[in-house]
Structures are given as C-alpha cells and as structure tokens.
C-alpha cells in the first residue's frame, strides 16, 4: 500500500456552523501541501447540495455532529448511502462513546474531538486516508 502522503493531493471539504472553527481547521491543513480544501459548508444540508450538484468531488469531508439543517450523523448516513469511496472524519466537541458508536455505524471513518484537533487532526486524516479507522485519543488510545 502506498503511504497516505506520497499520493494526490487530497480534496477536503469542511462543513461546520461555526465559522472560526472552520478557520482554525483550515490552518491546521494548511501546514501540508498534499491537503487541498476545496469548499465549505455551515450546515448539513449545504453539504448534500454541493455534493449532489457534483460542484465538489472531495475524497475526505470533515464534518461536526451538532449543525443546523441537518445534523452531522444524518449526512454521514446519506453521505455513505450515496458516496461510499468518500471519507468522512467527525470533528465534535461530544466526548460520548454514545456518539462515536453513532457516528462510525452511520459510515464514519474517524471521530476528532474537537480540543484534540490541534494535536490529532493530521494524523487522523493519515489514519483514514490509509484504510484505517481513527477515535480521538480521550476516547481511544489508538487507531482501529
């Protein structure tokens, strides 16, 4: 298997309601060249629009749980349903194994606390983009 950072650029598209997180993630993906975001969404029905009208191809969405709309596991669920090769990282401030279960039985291939992006967000991406699933280390002490 080729590792995750010798392959494409890979396309990202974040959909969060809060625009500085949304801002904080950016900057954190902007460290690495071989990560590309390409749109942004502030709720989940946004997110489905853009993905339905086919104005983005991402290969990884990064997508809060609580937003307006339409919350997070729900698009997860349509967002497996209809783009089963498109990953999807949860990134949450829900510290509840009740969540993470949800999250992963809707499709989910990782689940980010939010407190823990700064330190985990780029190698739960690596995580994902390799195969793997990855679970905040507050809830896990590593990848599955």
């Known amino acids: ?35 590309d975001v390409i749109a942004e969404a502030d709720d989940g029905a946004s997110l489905l629009q853009m993905l339905v009208e086919g104005s983005v191809n991402p290969a990884l969405i990064i997508v809060d749980i609580s937003m307006p709309k339409l919350e997070g596991i729900e698009a997860v669920r349509w967002i497996h349903a209809l783009y089963p090769d498109t990953k999807v990282l949860m990134l949450t401030m829900h510290k509840d194994s009740y969540y993470l279960a949800k999250s992963l039985a809707a499709g989910a291939s990782g689940y980010l606390v939010k407190e823990d992006a700064g330190t985990e967000l780029l190698p739960a991406i690596e995580a994902i983009l390799d195969g793997r699933i990855y679970v905040s280390s507050c809830l896990s002490d590593d990848t599955i």
């Open 1 to 35: 298997m080729v590792a995750w950072a010798e392959k494409m650029t890979c396309r990202i598209v974040l959909a969060d309601d809060q625009p500085l997180i949304r801002q904080y993630i950016r900057q954190l993906l902007a460290e690495r060249p071989d990560l």
